[in-house]
């Protein structure tokens, strides 16, 4: 079964599809079958029990109940593909 992951950004818009698009990459390098989506924080909130993993900037982190069934993985700089792969890696091998 394929996890379900969410790029989430403050509106929804530009960062949460530039996320998307390097967590594809990476889950696809990985040889891991997964869905991303890219979605505001408030679209993402409401997720938070039907989804596997949430990733974000670190600074919306806290936004997050941690009492759910989505792990939240927390990134500096969202540019950086190196430093999502390495928060990242570690819940999707957990995970799958």
């Known amino acids: 079964m394929a996890l379900k992951i969410v790029a989430a ?3 929804g818009m530009g960062t949460s599809m530039i996320i998307k698009l390097k967590v594809q990459k990476i889950v696809k390098e990985l040889g ?3 869905t ?3 979605l505001s924080m408030g679209q993402s ?3 938070t029990n039907s989804v596997d993993i949430i990733i974000a ?3 919306l982190v806290s936004e997050f109940s941690q009492k759910q069934k989505a792990k939240i993985v927390g990134v500096t700089n969202l540019m950086d593909e190196n430093e ?3 928060a990242l890696t570690p ?3 957990e995970l799958s």
């Open 32 to 34: 891991i079958d997964a």
């Open 84 to 86: 999502i792969k390495t």
């Open 9 to 11: 950004c403050g509106n």
């Open 45 to 47: 909130k409401g997720l």
């Open 57 to 59: 900037s670190k600074h």
């Open 36 to 38: 991303v989506e890219a």
């Open 91 to 93: 819940v999707l091998k």
